[in-house]
């Protein structure tokens, strides 16, 4: 996110680079720096002569560079973007030519996604000295939290950690889907309002009660009753509570819980760092530890990966989610 915040400041201060290739795993920081570019560089009245954008699947690298080698009209520079340009990744290194001396008033924007430039070929090496090579790298879980606060923290809104807990279990690392379900709740809420389960299971749908966390929680609680409620309610509501899924989040649970017990420093900081969660659920681990000595855990992972090969037909013939829940917590209990 600083990175981005640079860029754009550098921007607005008027230090405009020739060549934007923007490049990586996370799309969403390609889209927002693409947007900025497309809506701020130009004036509205320069655009419809001077801003052209072109899509990846329908042009060659050869029509990029025929259209940033153009002229603006009645304006000191035009801005090209190349949205998709992940189709052109058989023929991309066509772009170290133009690299070689861009257009200076030109501005092209090269939106990559999902795809990198190998950093050691010299089309990546020219791209970098004559313009701006940004990766947008996927965040992890962990990080999911830092990044939601900061958004919030733009928008005059708070969370609790539970509630961010319940945007990564309900939507992973995607900052697409985040953004958008935050951006509604934007409109909502008032400034200095906080987030919590409550209003994202009222204005969202996520159920703050009957979700892939609590499961987790009730588990290493063991809390036999809730765990089984939850996994009851999954099994009637299949399509909203994939079993590939639940096994996912409840595997990494243990497999955390695993790294835990093997940990020699076990203070909170110490725990929070290794097992990259937030510091808050740390009592979560300890209590689970409790319950679960290794060499159970150990066991339940093992557990759990049959039932994920029998949630995919492997040993099993098609078993209703509901009879493979049970007997996941059944295994888990005993």
């Not at 230090?15 to 927002?32: A, R, S, T």
């Not at 990029?64 to 990744?89: F, H």
């Not at 990546?124 to 996927?138: D, H, M, P």
Request: hydrophobic share 40%; glycine share 4%; with cysteine.
């Amino acid at each position: 996110m600083d990175e981005v915040l640079k860029i754009i400041k550098d921007i607005q201060a008027g230090n405009i680079k020739p060549i934007y290739f923007l490049m990586g795993e996370e799309p969403y920081y390609i889209d927002k720096l693409s947007e900025y570019i497309e809506e701020n560089i130009l004036q509205e009245h320069e655009r419809d002569f001077n801003q052209t954008i072109l899509y990846g699947r329908d042009v060659t690298v050869e029509d990029v560079v025929g259209n940033a080698k153009r002229y603006p009209m009645m304006a000191d520079r035009q801005v090209v973007i190349v949205k998709e340009a992940q189709e052109l990744s058989r023929t991309i290194d066509k772009l170290e030519s133009y690299a070689e001396n861009p257009q200076d008033t030109t501005v092209l924007v090269v939106c990559y996604k999902y795809k990198t430039l190998d950093k050691r070929k010299k089309v990546t090496k020219v791209l970098e000295k004559n313009g701006l090579v940004f990766e947008s790298k996927k965040l992890y879980e962990n990080q999911v939290g830092t990044w939601l606060t900061r958004v919030l923290q733009g928008k005059k809104l708070q969370i609790e950690p539970k509630a961010v807990q319940m945007f990564v279990d309900f939507l992973g690392t995607d900052l697409s889907r985040i953004a958008n379900e935050i951006d509604k709740l934007a409109i909502i809420l008032k400034p200095g309002e906080v987030i919590t389960p409550a209003i994202i299971e009222e204005n969202i749908g996520f159920s703050k009660d009957f979700n892939p966390f609590e499961l987790r929680k009730a588990i290493g609680e063991r809390n036999q009753l809730q765990a089984y409620k939850i996994a009851d309610h999954f099994a009637q509501n299949p399509k909203d509570n994939p079993i590939v899924l639940t096994i996912g989040l409840v595997f990494s649970f243990f497999s955390q819980l695993l790294q835990y017990h093997g940990l020699k420093d076990k203070n909170p900081k110490n725990v929070a760092s290794a097992l990259k969660v937030n510091p808050y659920f740390v009592k979560d681990y300890e209590l689970a530890a409790r319950n679960y000595p290794m060499k159970k855990v150990s066991g339940i992972v093992a557990t759990l990966k049959d039932i994920d090969l029998k949630s995919k037909g492997v040993g099993a013939s098609n078993l209703p989610q509901s009879d493979l829940l049970k007997e996941m917590l059944v295994k888990f209990f005993n």
